[in-house]
């Protein structure tokens, strides 16, 4: 009895209960597990579902219209329904290109007779509705005309080049070698071209590349007409990229069956007819920024990982990275501040498809103008182009493979970072998921995909350095056996650091034209895609620094041509 009586005298003091809520705290720290994720947290097909109609009922959305406010404001509404704060919006106003979506709005008549138009050339000049009318010139890539001023030049796309392939066009319009990737026996040989019939996705991106929009503006043309190697399905609505500065020559694009005619044409010099109906209008641009909060938000103690990618583009995947990102911050709101070692740092670029892209608009940037954000940010995440199918075109039709499209989950140089991504790719089963380090070679020892899009800010500035390369275009060195090295220039766009970091990317195929909506778009490799993204938040989230740092060495991105736009080098 006397026992008992002090055993009920222990456990009601002060000291045995401080000693007990000690513990259990303590006991409910150490237990607190990132992972398996918490499948109640992770967005589900419903609303991944809900999200993406936004972007689909927004086409094509970009920055400074009304389809492009309405997209950032539902991206703000639900940021800040999960718990983000301190937003803010990076703002100035931009001489915007407007033209309606209504084809009579872009037309071409040749002699009279019209012709189908599959798109207009964005940033390309205006016309009235009566148009301006001029001789036809036909030029040839290996021949081309003296003189082309006050005509309207047709030009058609070059052709793929035969080998052997330059190291650029290895680079940029082949498979390359890769870490790790899930079903690969379902992708073509690497550094072998792909045929169309195969699949269209390095076809249309060599295509566009070319920017011929160039050869109208040096030349003083009166007008333009662009013919793509392509049926028209896949060729209407097919929004320039990369994305000019404004020009004086109307523009437009037409397909492979269409443009046979006006080439024929244009061999006879024949007059035709473009109309281009456009304005220019004065609008706003803005970079959003927010944050969810870490444990240490506030003080000089804070770290912060850097989420990102651009909110413009024509499709529903160009782009939906912000969405995303939206997945990402859902999942972590859970989590209690405390429990999250560090800050999210939301950053949304608009530039992508603006006149010029990046490089016209770097010294309004958000972190131009805050070089100090490297104190903070110890990571980065990127992700764009999300769920995304495979399609090839036979016989004139497009046409699904039945896979998904290839897609790139990049990192860098660490070995455990290499590590946590393949698990990652096994445990969210995303097919086709291809994981490269393009700091180092491949197990084959060749180079591997060149980390694209906004993601390469983590990369570290000062390996990458060649006279020969300016923001988006590289000069060859004949006489070298591997490609140029970027040169950091992107550096005078974005602020570039030197970070653990893991980017995502769908490789677009289909997804570069305004028709690629919400029926093209995968939800379950959606899904998919994101779950990956924040299982590698939580590595960057919870890691300690120095076992996720990178590993710098002479040959960091010394093989790899490190464009963030354009591989514009399309010689063989």
């Known amino acids: 009895i006397i026992l008992m009586d002090n055993y009920r005298k222990l456990i ?30 992770i967005v589900d097909e419903k609303e991944a579902t809900r999200w993406s109609m936004v972007k689909h009922e927004n086409l094509p959305t970009l920055t400074g219209t009304i389809e492009w406010q309405n997209y950032m404001t539902f991206l703000e509404n639900e940021f800040k329904k999960y718990g983000v704060v301190d937003i803010y919006k990076n703002s100035w106003e931009f001489d915007r290109w407007n033209i309606s979506e209504d084809p009579s709005n872009w037309t071409l008549s040749v002699e009279g007779k019209q012709v189908r138009v599959a798109y207009y050339g964005a940033y390309s000049g205006k016309t ?18 003296s003189d082309i001023k006050d ?12 080998k052997p392939y330059s190291n650029n066009y290895l680079t940029n319009y082949t498979y390359n070698d890769y870490e790790y990737v899930l079903d690969g026996e379902t992708l073509p040989k690497s550094f072998e071209f792909v045929k169309p019939e195969t699949s269209f996705t390095f076809d249309i991106w060599y295509q566009l590349a070319q920017r011929l929009d160039q050869i109208p503006e040096d030349g003083e043309a009166a007008g333009a007409v662009i013919v793509y190697d392509m049926a028209f399905d896949r060729t209407k609505g097919l929004y320039t990229f990369p994305v000019p500065d404004y020009y004086e020559s109307p523009t437009l694009v037409l397909s492979r069956e269409d443009g046979s005619q006006v080439i024929e044409a244009a061999k006879n010099k024949k007059s035709a007819t473009i109309v281009l109906n456009s304005n220019m209008v004065k609008s706003e641009a803005y970079q959003l920024i927010g944050y969810l909060p870490g444990k240490n938000y506030g003080t000089d103690k804070d770290e912060q990982i850097i989420l990102t990618n651009h909110t413009d583009g024509p499709s529903i995947t160009q782009d939906n990275g912000a969405l995303g990102i939206l997945g990402i911050i859902k999942y972590f709101s859970n989590i209690p501040q405390e429990k999250r070692d560090r800050t999210l740092l939301i950053y949304l670029d608009c530039r992508h498809y603006m006149p010029g892209m990046e490089q016209a608009h770097k010294d309004v940037s ?17 992700t764009e182009h999300l769920g995304e199918m495979d399609y090839k075109e036979v016989n004139g039709e497009v046409l699904p493979t039945g896979y998904t499209e290839q897609s790139y989950l990049w990192t860098r140089n660490n070995e455990y970072l290499v590590s946590s991504a393949k698990k990652a790719l096994d445990r969210y089963g995303w097919s086709r998921g291809i994981l490269s380090v393009p700091e180092r070679p491949g197990p084959s ?18 390996l990458r350095n060649n006279d020969n390369c300016d923001e988006y275009s590289c000069i060859e060195d004949k006489d070298s056996n591997t490609p140029l090295a970027w040169d950091g220039s992107s550096c005078e766009v974005w602020t570039c650091l030197n970070v653990p ?14 028709y690629s909506d919400i029926n093209r778009w995968n939800s379950e490799l959606f899904i998919q895609q994101t779950s990956t993204m924040i ?7 919870y890691s300690d620094l120095e076992k996720i740092k990178p590993i710098l060495t002479d040959q960091s991105f010394r093989g790899t041509d490190m464009s963030i736009a354009a591989p514009i080098d399309i010689s063989n």
């Open 151 to 162: 005509k309207i030049v047709v030009i058609p796309t070059r052709k793929h080049p035969e």
């Open 12 to 41: 009601l003091s002060p000291l045995f209960i401080l000693l007990i809520l000690s513990f259990a705290s303590s006991c409910a720290k150490d237990d607190f597990s990132f992972l398996p994720l918490n499948e109640q947290w």
């Open 366 to 382: 958000w972190l131009k103008k805050n070089p100090n954000l490297k104190d903070k940010v110890v990571g980065l995440i990127q």
């Open 501 to 514: 970091a893991y980017g995502q990317g769908g490789f677009l195929g289909y997804y570069w034209n305004k």
């Open 535 to 541: 299982d590698l938040t939580g590595v960057l989230m």
């Open 128 to 145: 009235d509705l009566e148009g301006i009318t001029a001789e036809l010139i036909y030029y040839d890539h290996s021949n081309p005309p």
């Open 445 to 462: 020892g060749e180079l591997q995909q060149v980390w694209w899009g906004v993601g390469i800010i983590a990369l570290a500035n000062e």
